[in-house]
């Protein structure tokens, strides 16, 4: 079993910064995809970011591409999401995934690709 525990979320003003991070349990995790997902009010939870296992690649929402970048540091057993300029259509709660199964060459994209999930962390962004 795998748990995840995101950390960074806020309050932070239109134009801002934050960095999400998120601490995996688990000896595997150089094993496994992540992913960034986010949900609004009344919205489904949505993809933002993804990492392949060997950090090699990545792939963004066009809604996020040239504004977040994700990362992992391994030997923390932790992935980063970096929010820069930040909108307030970006206010949601952000939940950080893992993949469990197989390896993949490309990063995942969809709810149903990852199999395990954070608690989820609050981001507010003011206008």
């Known amino acids: 079993q795998v748990q995840l525990i995101e950390s960074g979320g806020g309050l932070v003003q239109a134009g801002g910064s934050l960095r999400l991070s998120c601490a995996a349990s688990g000896r595997t995790f150089t094993s496994y995809a992540m992913g960034w997902f986010r949900q609004a009010p009344g919205k489904e939870r949505e993809f933002v970011a993804g990492?392949?296992?060997?950090?090699?690649?990545?792939h963004y929402a066009d809604s996020v591409k040239g504004r977040f970048t994700i990362s992992r540091d391994d030997a923390k057993n932790t992935v980063y999401l970096q929010m820069n300029s930040l909108k307030p259509e970006d206010t949601a709660v952000y939940y950080c995934a893992a993949r469990g199964r197989g390896y993949g060459v490309v990063p995942f994209t969809t709810t149903h690709d990852y199999d395990y999930w954070g608690q989820g962390t609050q981001v507010t962004v003011s206008s």
């Open positions: 990492i392949t296992w060997s950090g090699g690649l990545t």
